[in-house]
């Protein structure tokens, strides 16, 4: 695992999507896979000026999705279809026919999870995965004391998430969805490259613990400590627990 600190959220955002141009010019239709939340703005940001400045190269990109909310109706603004539609696809000028992601609509929630896992590997897989990371260490939406093996499914969401994302929902708990549809550890942990952009003080102490801790079902972000190619990167209050 390669640990880059940097000096603010601007500053990982430019070293990451560098990353992703540099991935789109060895392989034009790559499959990167983003997260949602505020931390990954900087680099979406940064990977569509380079776009606009004919510095990357994303006419024939591909992107996934790493999490769902279960139940909120088509075209809900918050549900992360809406987000990656409105944050990275569009901003990059992408066509929704290069967008792939779980059907948080679905009746057969389950179905959805099986069919989204398959079809990420029909697509051949994800080269490039990008994440955050929540307070309590989660990765997607895989909370505290899911399995390392375990692949998208259904979790519920910790209290604790529910609290940390109100401020999507007009600040009103009431409107978070308890359920979630996430790629699982291990499908996260097949993608080829997994890069974790963490900023902020608040995210120190599940830094400290994902990356100098013990491998933990209880830290879920210590599994990348698995992966033959993983980057963190933080900017220096996220790196004050190291
Ligand atoms: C949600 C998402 C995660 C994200 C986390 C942290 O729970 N499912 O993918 O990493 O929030 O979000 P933020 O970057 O806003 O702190």
């Known amino acids: 695992m390669e640990v880059v600190i940097v000096p603010d959220s601007a500053a990982g955002g430019e070293l990451i999507a560098e990353a992703m141009a540099g991935l789109l010019r060895q392989k034009p239709d790559a499959l990167l896979g983003v997260a949602t939340g505020s931390t990954p703005l900087p680099v979406y940001e940064a990977l569509a000026a380079k776009v606009r400045a004919g510095e990357a190269d994303t006419s024939r990109a591909r992107v996934c999705q790493l999490d769902e909310y279960v139940g909120l109706p088509a075209g809900h603004p918050e549900s ?8 990275v696809v569009e901003p990059l000028g992408l066509s929704e026919d290069a967008f792939l992601g779980p059907d948080g609509t679905a009746e057969d929630v389950a179905a959805a999870c099986l069919a989204y896992d398959r079809a990420l590997t029909e697509a051949g897989g994800v080269d ?10 989660h990765i997607g939406f895989n909370e505290p004391c899911s399995s390392l093996a375990s692949r998208t499914r259904i979790k519920t969401l910790t209290e ?6 109100a401020r999507f929902f007009d600040g009103d708990i009431g409107q978070v969805p308890h359920h979630v549809i996430t790629q699982g550890i291990g499908t996260i942990l097949e993608a080829r490259h997994v890069v974790l952009l963490a900023t902020g ?6 830094v400290a613990l994902a990356v100098e801790g013990p491998l933990s079902a209880l830290v879920p972000a210590s599994a990348l400590q698995l992966h033959p190619h993983a980057t963190v990167v933080v900017d220096e209050a996220a790196a004050s627990s190291l």
Do not use: M, P
């Open 80 to 87: 992360y279809r809406s987000v990656v539609l409105r944050e």
């Open 128 to 137: 490039l995965q990008l994440l955050g990371i929540g307070t309590d260490g």
């Open 160 to 165: 604790q998430t529910r609290v940390d994302n």
């Open 201 to 206: 003080e608040a995210k120190a102490d599940a």
